[in-house]
Nanobody, 118 residues
Framework: QVQLVESGGGLVQPGGSLRLSCAASRSIFSIDVMGWYRQAPGKQRELVATITSGSSTRYAESAKGRFTISRDNAKNTVYLQMNSLKPEDTAVYYC????????????WGQGTQVTVSS
């Protein structure tokens, strides 16, 4: 079991930056993949970025060059640094922890709202 708590969302102007944090209730050292997803109103949840236990990263095309995912195992926290934000980045952002094995187990946070507007 993993409880995840996101923070850092808010209202920001286009071109601005935000850093989201995801604090886990247990050590993330052995969690295979941690990631950020987002869901805009009327749309499906989509992947933003993931980072493996070996710190390999993957980004959605829309996030490449603007967002950076990182993890601090000592703090059991994953971050998403978002720069050059656009109105289309407006969504609820969810943290995910995935344990991979014979079966995949996914754990989700409650989400944090990011609104990009002038």
């Amino acid at each position: 079991q993993v409880q995840l708590v996101e923070s850092g969302g808010g209202l920001v102007q286009p071109g601005g930056s935000l850093r989201l944090s995801c604090a886990a209730s247990r050590s993330i050292f052995s969690i295979d993949v941690m990631g950020w997803y987002r869901q805009a109103p009327g749309k499906q949840r989509e992947l933003v970025a993931t980072i493996t236990s070996g710190s390999s990263t993957r980004y959605a095309e829309s996030a490449k060059g603007r967002f950076t995912i990182s993890r601090d195992n000592a703090k059991n926290t994953v971050y998403l640094q978002m720069n050059s934000l656009k109105p289309e980045d407006t969504a609820v952002y969810y943290c995910n922890a995935a344990l991979l094995g014979i079966m995949r187990y996914d754990y989700w946070g409650q989400g944090t709202q990011v609104t990009v507007s002038s």
